[in-house]
């Protein structure tokens, strides 16, 4: 979903009143702030998507896949740099995937992790989907199997492209069932987007 507010008013406010919770909201409290800059691997913060894949595209994923679970709506609004490169989205439920895949994302188990958490999940899970190339691995041989045939499906998707040349447009995507990613950002080095995670 796309809305437009003032560029002046800030992304944390906004999401205060997309979501309609005050200020001592749990919710809130346990907000995650950051503002994200298209980089190359050596310039990046360690960790980050950037200092695995540079400046190239960031294929479909879950924000946060490592967490238990995930957090659910990711906040995006472009707040300086050059906004040329889009961000990619794709509801999963509109991917087309035989029955056998659908039961092998639920049954089969990845190992996900990062430097801090580290678990074992499946991707379709009861409520959410979780998709991270960067930050889950197969664990069984199902897995591995649906892995690869996971892939090129989302390789050949359609998806949508959220273009950041309006300065007043805020994405919110539903991270439990949406994936996005970017394309190539050779040409936006020093993008920056803000995100909340919520
Ligand atoms: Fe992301």
């Known amino acids: 979903m796309c809305i437009t507010r003032p560029p002046e008013e800030s992304?944390?406010?906004i999401a205060r009143e997309v979501f309609g919770c005050g200020s001592s909201n749990q919710t809130?409290?346990?907000?995650?702030?950051?503002?994200?800059?298209?980089?190359?691997e050596g310039n990046a913060r360690a960790g980050s998507k950037s200092s695995i894949r540079g400046l190239g595209p960031f294929p479909l994923h879950t924000d946060c896949a490592y967490s238990d679970p995930p957090p659910r709506y990711v906040l995006l609004r472009s707040v300086g740099g050059r906004p040329?490169?889009?961000?990619t989205i794709l509801l999963f439920e509109?991917?087309?995937?035989s029955e056998q895949l659908r039961q092998d994302l639920s049954s089969g188990l990845w190992i996900c992790s990062n430097k801090r958490h580290s678990r074992i999940c499946s991707v379709i899970n009861p409520g959410f989907v979780i998709w991270d190339t960067?930050?889950?691995?197969?664990?069984d041989k199902i897995a591995k199997r649906a892995s690869q045939e996971l892939d090129e499906k989302l390789g050949n998707a359609t998806v949508v492209e959220h273009r950041w040349n309006d300065e007043s447009s805020v994405l919110i995507i539903d991270n439990w069932r949406v994936l996005h990613g970017r394309g190539t950002?050779?040409?936006?080095e020093g993008r920056v987007l803000e995100r909340i995670l919520l």
Request: glycine share 0%; with cysteine.
């Open 11 to 13: 992304l944390m406010s």
């Open 28 to 40: 809130f409290e346990n907000t995650n702030q950051q503002f994200i800059t298209a980089s190359s």
């Open 84 to 87: 040329s490169c889009p961000t």
């Open 94 to 97: 509109k991917l087309e995937i």
């Open 134 to 139: 960067d930050c889950m691995r197969p664990a």
């Open 185 to 188: 950002a050779r040409y936006s």
